[in-house]
């Protein structure tokens, strides 16, 4: 098997087949000579010969002439054959180097056959002097319709010759930029397209020039994508120059952040510098994330909302994309909103204290009466001068109970209805349940219905403001004991139940039941004819800024529950007293 050439270059083919033509003929005419002068040379020797037989024709004289003679042809022969042997060499290597021409210059005409940029020169006149194929083939016209016209050339846009001409002075004179011309031309078909023209001096051997080069390629396509992607490039950069939200791009590097890209709002916010999108981090230099959270920029003195991404620029690296909405105003407007909302809760507890004002009356007007009979007893055994100390200081107990009591009324009554910012701490919940059934209860006694709560042996503490949970938790024992003023079941139950990491409590009435469960929850929606329809609303918005839930469901045996949900405290750690003491315990 033959082992495959190693002569691997394009031209191999146009040289081999060059060798190939003119093999054999370099030679013909050296030996033509030869031939003719060795039959010469043998019709020399062989009349001497003839001479040299003829013995009345030799002489000593002749001899030395004929031998002369002889040396004289030999060296004219050698002369003539080294003169062969030149005329053969020089013509051997006239042959091979218009072999190599012909290759050479059949080598180029394909290269030039096949390129797709079209080659034009142009003399110094402005005539063509020639074109390429694919000139030809990009305009349409033939390369005789083409070689030597001049201006008006058949491919100039009719009505713009004028600017065509300028052009083509432009190229004559020498000035066309480095960077090439772009040019309209018309084809034979009538269809237009740009190119993109590159122009270069034409010199001969001696370094003269004789005419202008140019190369042109067709442009229509590149250009229309190069301006459909300047157009959307220009999209994308005026819908990110008009977002109200702060955009920039930033690439780590060992001298710190690098800003790689910043909207006009990040610009109006904190310059053309990285140092507004370092503040707006928020400490998450090391951490790729997708979280969205709000900062406070010190340099900007307003509130964003910053969302974080890691993504691949265009050079390939990792960098940190942030987009930052300014929420200031929206603060401010939560701000005044929670502000509404605790007037709202403060009115609330209001009105439910002057629902219940007539029980409260009756409540404390218990205390206060047995403390004045306590002490018009006490002043009537002193005025009798029957004073019994025994009796007396009974008498002065009694009453300094029931003064007490009502003071402990009193005091829940101001805890309960006085403004307070909410507070969420770890508080457990059977401190919740008494305060709040201690307040129902005194409704309860007057419609005659008794609260009994089930609670788990092991009750865990909650997080959340206990004010605001009494609140909610009082609302709901009204409602339950509103409900059943009418129903012959006189027991409303109060549930508690340990769903770790929740506490549910549910409130279970026996009374009318839901006639519209879906609107339930609805502001201004009430049940009850003198009901504003907000306590629920209330009630569900406290609960759920405890991130708990409040429902309601149709109890199976009459009646209605409520439940909502709270989240568990988290256990307190040791104190490191403690733990000193159980290490040296």
């Known amino acids: 098997m033959a082992s495959p050439s190693k002569k691997t270059l394009i031209p191999t083919t146009f040289y081999d087949q060059a060798k190939g033509n003119r093999r054999g003929f370099y030679w013909l005419t050296p030996v033509i000579v030869l031939v ?43 002369v003539i054959v080294l003169s062969l042997l030149a005329l053969w060499r020089y013509t051997r290597y006239r042959t091979r180097a218009e072999a190599a021409l012909i290759a050479e210059t059949g080598f180029r005409r394909a290269m030039e056959n096949s390129m797709s940029t079209g080659m034009r020169v142009f003399d110094m006149q402005g005539r063509i002097a020639y074109v390429n194929p694919a000139f030809c083939r990009m305009i349409g016209w033939n390369e005789a319709d083409l070689i030597g016209r001049t201006t008006p050339f058949p491919y100039w846009l009719p009505g713009r010759h004028a600017q065509h001409q300028e052009t083509l002075d432009i190229l004559l004179a020498g000035r066309t930029p480095s960077s090439g011309l772009e040019v309209e031309a018309q084809r034979r078909d009538g269809s ?7 122009v270069s001096p034409l010199r001969d051997p001696n370094g003269e020039q004789i005419g202008w080069m140019t190369s042109m390629t067709d442009i229509t396509e590149p250009k229309r994508i190069r301006e459909a992607l300047t157009a959307a490039h220009e999209r994308f950069m005026t819908v990110l120059e008009g ?19 910043a909207n006009r709002t990040y610009r109006r916010f904190f310059g053309a510098q990285s140092n507004g999108h370092g503040e707006l981090l928020g400490g998450r230099l090391g951490r790729f994330t997708d979280e969205t959270v709000e ?39 939560e701000e005044a909103s929670r502000v509404q909302q605790e007037k709202i809760q403060l009115t609330s507890r209001l009105t439910t204290m002057g629902e219940m004002a007539s029980s409260l009356a009756h409540e404390l007007n218990q205390p206060l009466t047995a403390i004045t009979n306590y002490s018009m007893g006490a002043v009537a055994m002193i005025k009798a001068g029957n004073i019994q100390p025994e009796i007396l200081l009974g008498a002065l107990e009694k009453a300094a109970n029931q003064a007490e009591r009502a003071g402990k009324i009193i005091s829940r009554i101001r805890e309960f209805v006085k403004r307070s910012e909410p507070r969420r701490q770890s508080v457990p919940v059977t401190q919740i349940l008494d305060n709040a059934i201690g307040f129902a209860e005194i409704d309860a006694r007057k419609r005659q219905v008794a609260i009994e709560k089930r609670l788990p042996e092991a009750m865990p503490a909650v997080m959340a403001d206990p004010i605001l949970i009494e609140q909610v938790l009082l609302n709901l024992l009204k409602n339950g004991i509103e409900a059943m003023e009418k129903s012959e079941h006189r027991v409303l139950r109060v549930v508690v139940t340990d769903a770790h990491p929740l506490v549910e409590i549910a409130v279970i009435d026996r009374g009318h039941g839901l006639r519209d469960p879906e609107r339930l929850f609805e502001p201004f929606y009430s049940t009850k004819s003198e009901g504003l329809g907000m306590g629920l609303n209330i009630c569900r918005t406290i609960i759920e800024s405890h991130h708990g839930r409040l429902w309601a469901a149709a109890n199976p045996e009459g009646g209605t529950i409520f439940r909502f949900t709270l989240p568990c405290a988290a256990p307190q750690a040791p104190s490191t007293a403690e733990h000193s003491q159980e290490l040296h315990a």
């Open 36 to 78: 003719l002068y060795l039959c010469v040379m043998g019709a020399f020797i062989w009349l001497q010969r003839l001479h040299n037989d003829s013995v009345m024709f030799v002489t000593i004289d002749q001899e030395t002439r004929q031998q002369r003679l002889i040396m004289v042809v030999i060296a004219l022969s050698c």
């Open 192 to 198: 237009r397209f740009t190119a993109r023209m590159y």
């Open 243 to 261: 977002l109200d939200d702060a955009i920039s791009v930033v690439a780590d590097t060992p001298d710190g952040l690098e800003l790689l890209f």
């Open 295 to 333: 900062v406070f920029s010190e340099s900007a003195q307003r509130w964003f909302e910053v969302h974080h991404r890691i993504l691949a620029w265009t050079d390939g690296r990792r960098v940190r994309m942030q987009v930052a909405r300014d929420i200031t105003e929206r603060r401010k407007h």
